[in-house]
């Protein structure tokens, strides 16, 4: 068993999906902290030694804002757009596109997401 930022992995785990399984690490930042570490996108957990791993957490901490701290970021900034009562938080409480997309072919992925928040479920 291996632990990056205090959460546990198991050892057939890989080490792309372990990092894609934090809020605030995408893809790209994924395959950024991959090359650091000098690792495939297939490597597993095994594969990590333990300074890899202090590399990993140093480097997750110093340069990315994941967990807890990502989804203050977001519920702020979600309350923040909401109390302003702008358009972009009309259609973000709709459920819409909210940065000009277009509507007619492209809003499959918005709609897509079952939960929505609302004001009141942001914990500030």
């Known amino acids: 068993m291996v632990y990056i930022l205090s959460r546990q992995f198991q050892n057939s785990f890989k080490v792309y999906k372990a990092l894609r399984s934090f809020a605030g690490i995408g893809k790209s930042r994924v395959i950024y902290l991959l090359a650091l570490t000098g690792l495939t996108?297939?490597?597993?957990?095994?594969?990590?030694?333990?300074?890899?791993?202090?590399?990993l957490n140093y480097q997750i901490r110093a340069a990315f804002s994941v967990d807890n701290k990502f989804t203050k970021l977001r519920d702020f900034f979600l309350f923040r757009i909401n109390a302003s009562g702008c358009y972009k938080a009309l259609r973000f409480k709709h459920g819409l596109p909210s940065n000009g997309q277009r509507t007619h072919t492209n809003a499959k992925s918005i709609r897509k997401q079952s939960v929505k928040l609302t004001v009141n479920d942001l914990k500030i």
């Open 41 to 55: 996108s297939r490597a597993q957990i095994k594969h990590l030694r333990w300074y890899k791993t202090e590399f």
